[in-house]
């Protein structure tokens, strides 16, 4: 008998099998005998969709990166179309994107919970490796982060313009060596907060101080107050 009448036999030996067994027997005999093929097939869909993943994902080059701490809603606004407008304000091309993430949430001192944790150590993750630009929080967050050294002296790097267009928005806070700095702006009652539903009091925008992008990150400012 040859190899290829072999396995046709094969199969119709299988088929007869299955053909008379209940359902939850087929659903058995199926897992016991090729369950290590069935394995075998969804870890190498899982390795195909994870390489497809990592190679559209490493087309694209960050021009800002945002992130969100403590808004007290999860509804999105306006955010997709003011980040396609701000896309355009700044010229970007197709490869470079913003990322805009407004899922962290901290509490401080003894309130913080493993939740908070977690977003601390992304953020310190995320600032040791020069990817954080902008920070929109809550004072508690601003201030925390200026007693680390994270945030800018915005008046040593705004243009002289646009400072004077939010000198009156400046929130002042104590930075790592406990001088009261300029570390922030507020965002209150602005477009731009109605737009991106930042429910905060007030929400304050800040720049961390190793930000690779210090003029996309001005220019989101002049996008703001223009």
Known sequence: MSL???FKNEAREEREKLRNMTLKDKIWYIWEYYKFFIIGVVCAVGIIISVGTTMYNNRFDTALYCVVI???????GNQNQ?????????N??????????????????????ELGYATMAKISALVAS???????????????????????????????????????????????????QP???????????ADMNLVMEPPLIALFSNSEHTENCIALLHYIFD
């Open 82 to 90: 003011v980040l396609e407008e701000l896309k355009d304000y700044l």
């Open 183 to 193: 570390c922030a702006v507020s965002l209150e009652d602005t477009k731009f907060a």
């Open 130 to 180: 020069r990817e954080l630009d902008i920070m929109i929080a809550d004072t508690d967050s601003i201030d925390n982060y200026a007693k680390l050294g994270g945030m800018t002296n915005l008046e040593e790097i705004l243009p002289a313009d646009l400072y004077e267009k939010v000198k009156d928005r400046i929130y002042y806070t104590m930075n790592e060596e406990g001088v009261s």
């Open 70 to 76: 403590n808004n007290r809603t999860s509804e999105a």
């Open 92 to 113: 970007l091309s197709d490869v470079r994107e913003i990322v805009y993430d407004s899922s962290m949430f901290i509490s401080y001192g003894d309130n913080t919970n």
């Open 4 to 6: 290829k009448e072999a």
